[in-house]
Nanobody
């Protein structure tokens, strides 16, 4: 089971980007999915999270600008980022709590991270 993130890049201030993160493998189900980011010299911080039922949570710094969503049929989480600011520059990491196992009795939730994708907001 793994997570594959994509969609980062260079964008001007005020621009938009959409990040995607797909889970693959023998997955039973996925609980919460989230995006974190880490800027140079700073600690990793939670950007946004979404539960399996669609409830969302955002960092105050991105509320009204970013939207997290998920497609459960595709085991994919998205982060639509609008009105980007230079301070949004960071490596973005996706996270998912994935349930799987070799049999029904061995199903267990595991915490998975995707590889980071760099978002640079600069003119």
């Amino acid at each position: 089971v793994q997570l594959q993130a994509s969609g980062g890049g260079l964008v001007q201030p005020g621009g938009s980007l959409r990040l995607s993160c797909a889970a693959s493998g023998s997955i039973f189900s996925i609980n919460a999915m989230a995006w974190y980011r880490q800027a140079p010299g700073k600690q990793r911080e939670l950007v946004a999270a979404v539960t399996s039922g669609g409830s969302t949570n955002y960092a105050d710094s991105v509320k009204g600008r970013f939207t997290i969503s998920r497609d459960n049929a595709k085991n994919t989480v998205y982060l639509q980022m609008n009105s980007l600011k230079p301070e949004d520059t960071a490596v973005y990491h996706c996270n998912a709590r994935i349930i799987y196992g070799s049999s029904w009795s061995e199903l267990k939730e595991y915490d998975h991270w995707g590889q980071g994708t760099l978002v640079t907001v600069s003119s």
